[in-house]
Nanobody, 119 residues
């Protein structure tokens, strides 16, 4: 069984920074892409950033230049450094890992962590 545990959310003023972490545990053969998504009240969940096993990254236009995704493969952990935060970044942030177990690859979600940016 795989479990993803997120940490690092909270309340911050506009212009501030937060760093989110998401660590996977369990019987993991390999982790492919790792990503961060967010969902604001009344809106659909959207992709924020993704990083492949090879280290390639992709970002939503709204966060480019402000957010940085990184991964530590030895720790099965992905990070999201969020700088210059804006009130519109307020949302629940979820990590998602594409994990292969016994030859089967599927996505796993974290429990979500609240990020609130005050103006």
């Amino acid at each position: 069984q795989v479990q993803l545990v997120e940490s690092g959310g909270g309340l911050v003023q506009a212009g501030g920074s937060l760093r989110l972490s998401c660590a996977a545990s369990g019987s993991i053969f390999s982790i492919n892409a790792m990503g961060w998504y967010r969902q604001a009240p009344g809106k659909q969940r959207e992709l924020v950033a993704v990083i492949t096993s090879g280290g390639s990254t992709n970002y939503a236009d709204s966060v480019k230049g402000r957010f940085t995704i990184s991964r530590d493969n030895a720790k099965n952990t992905v990070y999201l450094q969020m700088n210059s935060l804006k009130p519109e970044d307020t949302a629940v942030y979820y990590c998602n890992f594409r994990i292969t177990i016994t030859g089967v690859t599927r996505g796993y979600w974290g429990q979500g962590t609240q990020v609130t940016v005050s103006s």
